[in-house]
């Protein structure tokens, strides 16, 4: 078995984030400005208004999507604000409608009443401005295969005009398209809560106001949590986040180093 | 321990063990992955897009115009035999058309000049610390520009408003760089507590 | 008659999208959701079909063959483990293909990306290195945002966090923002030249 020194930063990894995670522990956190804002959006929506949840992402991001959608998912259920769950991806489908139903049954709210989870529909630009026009015929039946028309709480819900706002809940560039379809052509209220790498990309349109508000990554999901007075495991990874963010900080040092003291003795 | 918490344990170490080398754990692992991913993406757009928008509409309640995008769609199969491969033609023509149709006045109007008007605001509208920021956004685009404008040699102004640029690309590399690392960090933490609580339990 | 006919199809139904962009009339409307709902997204499912079994063909032959024969066996297994389970049991909460989602594809999925974790350690330990001015702003950029998404920025000074919030916000996204606009008008005349017909590399090449 031969070690390389890669595997020692591997290795070095793994027992920070291990000890990090077995120690716990819930940092006292300073919400940022982007939490806060979207925090008050969510508030101020009227309890009974529907906002659409777009789960744009895949399977792979669920450790840190899911904390977001969940903290997202408790404040709208707890505002008494019905969803409309939708998927732009066919891997968001069984982890958003999974989410939703779980979330909802914390705060006793009920399928077809309080939320519905419609599916996925491919090709996001056409799904997009499919429902612009007609929520119903893009999507005739719901995740369930219920019609529809059989929905008590999509009655009245015929396209984005009777939509309070969409949440796009994303791990890639796809809430771009809802910006760019959505918000520019119908007009709609496009709000983020997005995967940490994703942030910086969201950046021009939050300036813009294109978006409305955007959470960003674990910290955002940790954040979010303290504001809604909910505990979960955004809060609880927190730990582990700061000791990873470190250690890669010293490695980046320790590189450095070795790059300077090599080409200072002559030896590079 | 639940049979599937085990089998999404094992599967998980399965995985891990790729970062000591590749190896045949490794690789059946991925493969079922692989697999099993597509079969997912089959099964949802079946029952979620051509159940409901196709095969419900057109047979159930005989909306016969749908024969046309059931006709287009499976012209696309013919790309798998040489002589019939021309007729994929036809649904690409309805993909590529559509997706350039919209295109259009979206990268114009969303991505192009709502980003210019917003990059375009007046001064002295705010403080004195927001005046600076906008100038300094302002500068920031203009040289960033300038630095993929390739069409002049880039020498006295335009080299020193490309250079200039650079390190406003370096922020905003080395800014994506902390962020991406928060991601990935997030993702090992997430594994890291199914590991220790679902799987091991060794915490609560 | 094969070529220009596609082309001439793929030309019509861009102007015609484009057009009923500009207008809010019933009839525009209606053409608008027809052709994104029955032809763009029923087409766009069939091309995923076609991604699915042009995968099964490959790995078919790739057995033929003898290459990676076992790796290829698992992943058919998998192809067709999931249409099998959905059409007996549905793909409801708690049926035999959700389990299979949530226990093996999540897991797998998001372990293969939480990979890159040790490889972006890695590569900071060994590539992350401050040669010139702009790499040395670039790894300072990349430590002020580490430090604050972490608690130790909460634990600094609040100062610390609006600073990096400011370069976030600011000189950072000037650059994306460029970036953004320059890929705007790329896509925009990439868009253009594919209605005009002066993009035709989709066409592919005339077979024999």
Known sequence: ?268 | MDFGTLIAGILTLAIFTFLYRDNPIYRAAESLLIGVSIGYVLVITWTNTLMDLLFHPLFRRGDWPLVIPLLLGAMMFGRFYRRTGWLSRFPMAVLIGSGAGVAIPAMLDARTLRQISATVTPLFAGSAWADVSTIIVLAGVITTLSYFYFSREHRGALGFSSKTGTYFLMLFFGTTFGYTVMSRMSTFIGRVEFLLTDFLRLTG | ?208
């Open chain 1, 1 to 268: 078995m031969k070690i390389e020194s890669r595997h020692l930063a591997f290795i070095g990894l793994a027992v920070v984030v291990v000890i990090a995670m077995l120690v716990g522990g819930r940092p006292d956190l300073t919400p940022s400005a982007d939490s806060v804002r979207m925090h008050e959006y969510i508030a101020s929506l009227a309890p009974g208004s529907v906002v659409m949840v777009s789960f744009d992402h895949e399977a792979s991001s669920l450790p840190e999507i899911g904390p977001l959608a969940k903290a997202f998912l408790r404040h709208a259920f707890s505002r008494g604000v019905k969803l409309v769950g939708v998927s732009l991806l066919a891997e968001g489908t069984g982890i958003g409608y999974r989410l939703m139903e779980e979330t909802g049954r914390e705060y006793d709210c009920e399928y077809g009443k309080d939320f519905v989870f419609l599916g996925f529909k491919p090709q996001w630009v056409a799904a997009i401005v499919a429902m612009g026009e007609s929520i119903s015929k893009t999507y005739p039946e719901d995740y369930l295969g219920n019609t529809y028309q059989d929905i008590p709480m999509l009655a009245g819900v015929v396209n984005y005009s009777d939509v309070a706002g969409v949440v796009s809940i994303a791990d890639g560039s796809l809430t771009t398209h809802w910006m760019e379809y959505g918000h520019a052509r119908y007009g709609i209220t496009v709000s983020a809560f997005v995967a940490a790498a994703m942030v910086t990309t969201y950046d021009p349109y939050l300036a813009s106001g294109q978006m409305h508000a955007m959470v960003g990554g674990l910290r955002g999901a940790a954040e979010y949590e303290s504001l809604i007075g909910v505990g979960g495991s955004g809060g609880r990874a927190m730990l582990a986040q700061t000791v990873a963010h470190l250690y890669v900080i010293v490695l980046i040092i320790l590189g450095n180093v070795v790059y300077f003291r090599s080409r200072h003795t002559g030896r590079k």
């Open chain 3, 1 to 208: 008659m094969r070529r220009k006919f596609p082309q001439l199809v793929c030309g019509l139904i861009g102007l015609l999208l484009f057009v009923v962009y500009f207008s809010r009339h019933p009839i525009a409307s209606s053409i608008n959701e027809t052709v994104t709902r029955e032809y763009w997204q029923i087409v766009f499912a069939f091309a995923l079909l076609v991604g699915v079994v042009s995968f099964a063909k490959i790995n078919l032959q790739g057995i033929e063959r003898g290459e990676d024969r076992l790796y290829r066996i698992i992943s058919l297994v998998g192809l067709i483990s999931m249409p099998v389970l959905a059409l007996i049991w549905g793909i409801g909460t708690g049926s035999p293909f959700m389990w299979v989602f949530d226990n093996v594809q999540v897991p797998m999925q998001s372990t293969v990306f939480a990979l890159l974790a040790f490889f972006v350690a890695s590569a900071s330990l060994r590539g992350f290195r401050a040669r010139s001015g702009p790499a040395f702003i670039l790894l300072l950029a990349a430590m002020v945002a580490l430090i604050s998404r972490s608690d130790v920025g909460d634990l600094m000074s609040a100062r610390f966090s609006d600073f990096a919030e400011w370069i976030r916000s600011n000189p950072s996204m000037s650059a994306r923002r460029a970036i953004l606009i320059g890929i705007g008008l790329g896509s925009l005349t990439t868009s253009l030249r594919v209605l005009l017909g002066l993009e035709r590399t989709w066409l592919g090449k005339e077979s024999k």
